[in-house]
């Protein structure tokens, strides 16, 4: 007798990204293999280290990032941007002082816990042009063509439907709008790839 199990790739990394954010957010503590913090802005050059000193607390100890996304292209006063899997906050933020008072940032992200810090950040912060809205990259509920630029940093390795999850990026953009994402590439197969864990996925 054989049995098959059918594995839902998007919903098991779902949960798993949701579990170990929630955790990192709730005990104040992140850590990642990737660049991180204060330190990981640092070296991936988004910025003087005055502006950088400057971001809250509540939304720079949960950067993480595989690049600088807002270095792949100008953003420029009065733009509309989105942060597609926003975390804490650190590059919609960077990116509304970018946009000026003219633009707006919308992040976006699916884990509840992470999102409480970048809104307290921001409020610590005074700045009054982004928002912040929980949601699945998989389906976010903004208006199509709402947005001139949309960056990404690290997320797309972690959604097993990449196909349907540019769709609605794409969707989201106006016509010749930018996409800027860093992310991570899968060179060579792996026997372990269709077990998602922690392991893989998120270290």
Sequence with gaps: ???????????????????????????????????????????????????????????????????????????????????????????????????????????????PAVLDLARQGCRRAGIGNVDFVLADVLDVPLADGEFDVIVSNGVFHMIADKGRALAEIFRLLRPGGRFQVADLTLLAGSDGWCRPNEATFFQ
Excluded: W
């Design 1 to 111: 007798m054989s049995v098959s199990q059918v594995c839902d790739l998007d919903a098991t990394m779902r949960a798993a990204v949701q579990e170990k954010y929630t955790r990192m957010a709730r005990r104040g503590r992140f850590h990642f293999h990737y660049p991180s913090g204060r330190a990981g802005l640092a070296g991936l050059d988004y910025g003087p280290a005055e502006l950088i000193d400057g971001l809250p607390g509540a939304c720079a100890m949960g950067f993480c990032g595989v690049g600088n996304a807002l270095g792949l292209g100008d953003i420029a006063p009065g733009e509309r941007v989105c942060d597609a899997g926003c975390g804490t906050g650190t590059e919609a933020l960077l990116a509304a002082g970018r946009v000026g008072p003219t633009g707006r940032v919308v992040g976006f992200d699916l884990v």
